[in-house]
Each structure stands twice: as structure tokens, then as C-alpha cells.
């Protein structure tokens, strides 16, 4: 198994659903963190987690929100998806001085 | 954090070395030198680290100068598989205060 899983890999929504991502880790990681990444550009922070009560937010938070549910899930959530919310997101941990690992990321297009 | 440029894209062929240098003049004592290496729709993935003269692992080789203003990844013959963008990252990574910029990278294309 993948040390971080995000669910699902793929995933098409119409404008205005609401619609969660799922990322689980298995590294026991504190921290974990959601970046959003558009064609040939580079990761955007949207939130990120240094535990179960710590919420923060990034550069793009406005249209996300976030649930960390326990150490190992973090959730990203699109209140009311927008097609300009169409990306590839990715969920990550970290900790050590290596800094982070990926999951394979989440294809979110918004129609 | 200190601010980092390197090339936004290279080419290469296939068995070529190829060097990516990444300027970072303002470095802090205690920053180190990270590379992530990102292929198509997969996250980026951790290759190298350091903080002064030379490293090297199975992957891949980083050169740092005695100053530190920059760092070279180098890639020793490079394959097809080797395409993807390579991201230079300054800071310490066990300051978890600091939250890291990935920036456009270095896109390589390795080519037959």
C-alpha cells in the first residue's frame, strides 16, 4: 500500500455540487498539506495540518475548506465546485529532515 | 526562505549527463539544499539533499560551491524516464514554520 492514498484518483463534478477528496497516510506523520497544481505550473498551498486541532490556511484557501479527522486523514473539501477549481490535487506529509511524500494525486474537472 | 531560480526547461538526449543549477543567494546557515523530481501526474518524490561540497545517491549527484549562492543536480545518462520537472527547494526541512514554494521547476525533456 501507498504510504499516502488519496481518493479518488479521478473524479468529474458539475459547478456548484459540493465535492470531498480523501487523503490517508500510513507514516504517522503530523503534518499533512493539500496543494492544488494547474497545467505546466507549479504547487499551490491551500491548507495544511500540524495536527488534529491545528488548521492553517495557504495562499489559495477561499473556496476549500478542510477536516482532519484523525492523524492519518485529511480531507479537502469544494463547497460549491467552480470550472476554474478544475487542477490536480495533491495531498502530502511530512516530517524529518527529507520533507515530504505525495499521493498520486486526485483529477478533479469541474464542468 | 530564500527566493531560487533555475531554468524553467531542458533538453537532452538519452545517455547525456545533464546539470540543473539553481541560484539561491540568499541561503541561511542552517538552510539545506533539497531536490524533488515530479513526473507527469504523479506528486513530486524526494532525490536528493544537502548543505556544502558534493552528494551522491543511486539517483543522481548535487554539487554545492563553498559559498552556497547555488547548487547543481546532476543527472548521469539520462534516459527517457528521466523526463520530468525537477524542483530546487532552500530551507531547513525540520522547521516546520516554514512552509516550502514548488515553483515552476525545471522542466527536462529527455529526447531518443
Known amino acids: 500500500d501507498a504510504d499516502v492514498t488519496q481518493t479518488p484518483r479521478n473524479r468529474i463534478t458539475k459547478t456548484g455540487k459540493r465535492i470531498m477528496l480523501e487523503c490517508s497516510q500510513t507514516?504517522?506523520?503530523?503534518?499533512m498539506y493539500w496543494y492544488r497544481q494547474d497545467p505546466g505550473l507549479g504547487l499551490q498551498l491551500i491548507y495544511y495540518?500540524?495536527?488534529?486541532?491545528?488548521?492553517n490556511k495557504g495562499e489559495i484557501s477561499d473556496g476549500y475548506s478542510v477536516s482532519r479527522q484523525a492523524q492519518a486523514k485529511f480531507s479537502l473539501s469544494l463547497e460549491s465546485a467552480i470550472p476554474n477549481q478544475t487542477a490536480l490535487y495533491f495531498c502530502?506529509?511530512?516530517?524529518?529532515?527529507?520533507?515530504?511524500?505525495f499521493g498520486s494525486g486526485t483529477r478533479l474537472t469541474v464542468v | 526562505l530564500a527566493k531560487t531560480t533555475q531554468p524553467i526547461s531542458m533538453d537532452s538526449y538519452e545517455g547525456q549527463e545533464v546539470n540543473i543549477t539553481c541560484s539561491h543567494n540568499?541561503?541561511?546557515?542552517?538552510?539545506?539544499i533539497t531536490w524533488y523530481q515530479q513526473f507527469p501526474s504523479q506528486g513530486p518524490r524526494f532525490i536528493i539533499q544537502?548543505?556544502?561540497t558534493k552528494v551522491t545517491n543511486e539517483v543522481a549527484s548535487l554539487f554545492i560551491p563553498a559559498d552556497r549562492k547555488s547548487s547543481t543536480l546532476s543527472l548521469p545518462r539520462v534516459s527517457l524516464s528521466d523526463t520530468a520537472v525537477y524542483y530546487c527547494?532552500?530551507?531547513?526541512?525540520?522547521?516546520?514554520?516554514?512552509?516550502?514554494?514548488f515553483g515552476p521547476g525545471t522542466r527536462l525533456s529527455v529526447l531518443p
Open positions: 502530502a506529509t511530512r516530517q524529518g529532515s527529507y520533507g515530504y511524500t
Open positions: 495540518s500540524f495536527d488534529v486541532k491545528d488548521i
Open positions: 540568499n541561503i541561511a546557515t542552517n538552510d539545506y
Open positions: 507514516k504517522g506523520h503530523d503534518r
Open positions: 544537502g548543505y556544502k
Open positions: 527547494l532552500v530551507g531547513d526541512m525540520r522547521h516546520y514554520g516554514q512552509n516550502f514554494v
